[in-house]
Structures are given as C-alpha cells and as structure tokens.
Nanobody
C-alpha cells in the first residue's frame, strides 16, 4: 500500500521561505515520478511542480517558476519542495502525489495521479 505523508507546512510572512517534505512508502520510490499540487482556499487543486524518477527532469507551473524548487532523495524515499519568496497567493493546502510513470515531460494532471498524501497547509501572511 502506497503512502505519502507531507510535512513542513506552516505560517510564514510574505517573502519568507518554507521547505515541504513528502515521505513515501509502499513501493520502490526511485522508479516513479513525483509531483506537488496545491489547493488554495475556495479554488480547485492545481499543479505546482514535478520531478522525474531520478531527479534529472523537473517541471514547474509558471506561477512558481524561479521561486520554488522540487528535489528528491531516493535514498530517503522523500521528495521536497523548497519555496522561496512566498506570496499571499501561495496560501494553499499542498499535496504530493504520484502515479506509475517515471518521466516528466510537462505539467501533471491531478486526474492522472494514483496516490495522494493528506496535504499540509501553507499560509503566507502579509
């Protein structure tokens, strides 16, 4: 049974930084791509970032490009999202997700993800 557990959310001021982590278990983590999504209050879930099985390829939503960095440590079965220069519009519940693919060629669709964590709340205050 695949499990994804996010951590690292919290309250941060505008311009601050946070690093989210997602610990995976239940299958061979290093074989699969991983993604981060977020759901702002009152809005639909949206794609944030994705990383290929070996970390060699990444993809970002335009809204976070240049501010967020996705990375992974296959030895620790963990994917990270480093978030810098945070803005109020980054406030959301952040989810990590995965499917059975390994390559990243563009944005991921939430409809295609097979596994989800429960999310971690990030609040950016002004």
């Amino acid at each position: 049974q695949v499990q994804l557990v996010e951590s690292g959310g919290g309250l941060v001021q505008v311009g601050g930084s946070l690093r989210l982590s997602c610990a995976a278990s239940g299958r061979t983590f290093s074989q699969y791509r991983m993604g981060w999504f977020r759901q702002p209050p009152g809005k639909e879930r949206e794609f944030v970032a994705a990383i290929s099985w070996n970390g060699g390829r990444t993809y970002y939503a335009d809204s976070v490009k240049g501010r967020f960095t996705i990375s992974r440590d296959n030895g620790k079965n963990t994917v990270y999202l480093q978030m810098n220069r945070l803005k109020p519009e980054d406030t959301a519940v952040y989810y990590c997700a995965s499917d059975s693919q390994s390559i990243v060629g563009g944005p991921l669709s939430s409809r295609d993800m097979d596994y989800w964590g429960k999310g971690t709340l990030v609040t950016v205050s002004s």
